[in-house]
T-cell receptor, first 114, second 110 residues
């Protein structure tokens, strides 16, 4: 069965500092990987996704993520955090050939200090 | 303006009452999903539908029901059998192997 672990429940960074959110997955085949962001009381917005090809993927709002098959990881990064990035971030994994069944991690809540 | 709409934004349920959450999409997507979100638990799949007139149970289907009579609509009914319905409910549809989400409905019990 597939699973996703986001080891950090809460992270606090200063505005302008770099950010890395961790995501580890367990999946028996080539995964589809996603990062979503959720502001309080809102739905999930897609930040970026990885299906195949270049293992470093660029997303919206200046985010990027790197797929590392050997480490079963898909960490999200941003070089300089803005106060508006404060939100909850979810990593998700799905099957290669369908994408219909996503498994989500528990989420990481990001707080940004001024 | 294409997207997914959910209504209402807030819904209150009385003891023993069935309530229905609406989800509509104009993205022409075949597949649609319902998730439940509880604090600190991520998202859990309730039901999904890959095509009109067909749907499948997800991980936590007990106490819920759905229908899929039209491609653009996938309503979720929270029945009186669901003893702990207080949660945030998210609807999604899938296009190009990616799920896109609506704004959510928060269900509260009176």
């Amino acid at each position: 069965a597939q699973s996703v672990t986001q080891p950090d429940i809460h992270i606090t960074v200063s505005e302008g500092a770099s950010l890395e959110l961790r995501c580890n997955y367990s999946y028996g085949a080539t995964p589809y990987l996603f990062w979503y962001v959720q502001s309080p009381g809102q739905g999930l917005q897609l930040l970026l996704k990885y299906f195949s090809g270049d293992t470093l993927v660029q997303g919206i709002k200046g985010f990027e993520a790197e797929f590392k098959r050997s480490q079963s990881s898909f960490n999200l990064r941003k070089p300089s955090v803005h106060w508006s990035d404060a939100a909850e971030y979810f990593c998700a994994v799905g099957p290669y050939n369908a994408g219909n069944m996503l498994t989500f991690g528990g989420g990481t809540r990001l707080m940004v200090k001024p | 303006d294409g997207g997914i709409t959910q209504s209402p934004k807030y819904l209150f349920r009385k003891e023993g009452q069935n309530v229905t959450l609406s989800c509509e999409q104009n993205l022409n997507h075949d597949a649609m999903y319902w998730y439940r979100q509880d604090p600190g638990q991520g998202l859990r799949l309730i039901y999904y539908s890959q095509i009109v007139n067909d749907f499948q149970k997800g991980d936590i289907a007990e106490g819920y029901s759905v229908s899929r009579e039209k491609k653009e609509s996938f309503p979720l009914t929270v029945t009186s059998a669901q003893k702990n319905p207080t949660a945030f409910y998210l609807c999604a549809s899938r296009g190009q192997e990616t799920q896109y989400f609506g704004p959510g409905t928060r269900l509260l019990v009176l």
